[in-house]
């Protein structure tokens, strides 16, 4: 079964599937009602079909059906490679529609929010009005970068990094009650000028496994002291640097960032430097000798993506960190999801107990802004914040403020 209206320039377009015709009926009058496009399915397979040929903007998924399951929907849409926003439709608690939400990311779908049953116009037309999603890009370069062997990697890694094309962009960090402007993290972009930018998930991990990500580090580090040099001279501000847990086997990263910091006339308690955790530790004993040496030097050092990972309770009581960063996987339903706030309170309570400064990054609206700070953490960043910016647009954004 299949219904179809059009209407003049609609807004969009909203492809349905549910087994309750009634329901889906309704479903459907309601969204023409708010200006789009609508049509109705019962059958998961007519549905990808539709999906296909018509190229929705939005999707509805029904969770509960009879012959199918919304959640083997979710497949064939990510199967399909389908860019349509993604609502789910359910009468289903709460914890079953986190569930379903993380299937749906899962998937890389783009996941735009949850349609409860019983619904009213209003509600499909609230829902419509935030189902704003930006399509997936496919990563052009990621092909070319597979191409190269691993000579050809090392040359085109130490020639971004000699000539510039490592670039570096930074994203501001607040604090959670006031918004008050503390510092910056510090990212590595690589713009190649053959095959255009490659992202950090590609070309980290690969620097990582090839012992080359201290080519990564230093080019950061000397790059964004460079520009903070002068902001440290008039602020209390920290920049925050990346550095990999595999660096931590090497015993030279002290002295490296040490010259670095002394060149450009920074202090090493302005930077902070964050262990990610793409790769594991190695040998615990050579780490900790190398961040407590650190630590001694002066530098700040934070646990990022903590919850994840190779992060645990033993590194975080062993290791002699300052900050603790919780994961965006945790942020991002502050506010929608009671045991997101669980698990964020209880890694703050954490936090707390071992005397850490706390950063939640990934805050993404202001209900989480606020759900954190009544939560009590210290810090925050993330695109409701301020994106990650080049030097030059960070200037005007801090204008701004």
Not at 142 to 158: K, N, S, T, V
Not at 328 to 354: D, Y
Request: aromatic content about 6%; overall charge negative; proline content about 3%.
């Amino acid at each position: 079964m299949t219904e179809t209206a059009g209407e003049t320039q609609p807004l969009g377009r909203v492809l349905i599937i549910d087994d309750d015709h009634m329901v889906g009926r309704m479903l459907a009058s309601h969204i023409r009602a708010s200006g789009y496009e609508a049509k109705l399915t019962d059958d998961a397979d007519e549905f990808i079909a539709l999906a296909k040929e018509w190229q929705p903007t939005h999707v509805f998924v029904d969770l509960v059906m009879g012959t199918t399951d919304g959640l083997a929907v979710l497949g064939l849409l990510a199967e399909a490679g389908i860019e349509a926003a993604v609502v789910i439709q359910s009468g289903m608690g709460g914890r079953v529609l986190d569930a379903a939400r993380q299937v749906a990311q899962a998937n890389g779908l783009p996941y735009a929010g949850v349609l409860n049953k019983p619904f009213t116009r209003s509600d499909v037309a609230a829902v419509l009005a935030k189902a704003v999603v930006t399509p997936r890009k496919a990563e052009p370069t990621q092909d070319a970068l597979h191409e190269w062997d691993a000579a050809r990697f090392e040359e085109e890694l130490r020639s971004a990094a000699s000539s510039g094309s490592l670039t570096v962009v930074y994203q501001p960090k607040v604090t959670c009650h006031e918004q008050r402007l503390v510092g910056f993290e510090a990212l590595a972009r690589w713009e190649h000028p053959d095959v255009g930018l490659i992202s950090p998930v590609l070309f980290v991990p690969r620097a990582e496994s090839a012992g080359l990500v201290h080519v990564i580090t230093d080019a950061v580090a000397r790059a964004a002291l460079a520009w903070f040099a002068g902001r440290a001279e008039s602020t209390r501000e920290r920049l925050s640097i990346n550095v990999s847990a595999s660096e931590l086997a090497t015993t030279d990263l002290h002295g490296r960032l040490h010259r670095v910091c002394a060149e450009f006339g920074v202090a090493n308690e302005r930077v902070v430097l964050e262990v990610t955790e793409t790769s594991a530790m190695g040998d615990a004993n050579v780490s900790l000798e190398v961040l407590t040496r650190l630590r001694l030097d002066g530098f700040h050092l934070s646990i990022d993506d903590f919850g994840t990972g190779y992060s645990s309770m033993t590194q975080l009581a062993s290791m002699p960190f300052t900050e603790v960063k919780v994961d965006r996987s945790f942020v991002q339903n502050l506010g929608k999801s009671l045991p997101a706030e669980v698990m964020v309170r209880s890694m703050l309570q954490l936090s707390r107990g071992l005397g850490l400064e706390c950063t939640a990054e990934g805050v993404e609206s202001s209900l989480a802004l606020e759900v954190l700070s009544r939560l009590g953490c210290d810090f925050a960043q993330g695109y409701h914040i301020g994106k990650p910016m080049r030097a030059e647009d960070l200037e005007a954004w801090l204008a701004a403020r």
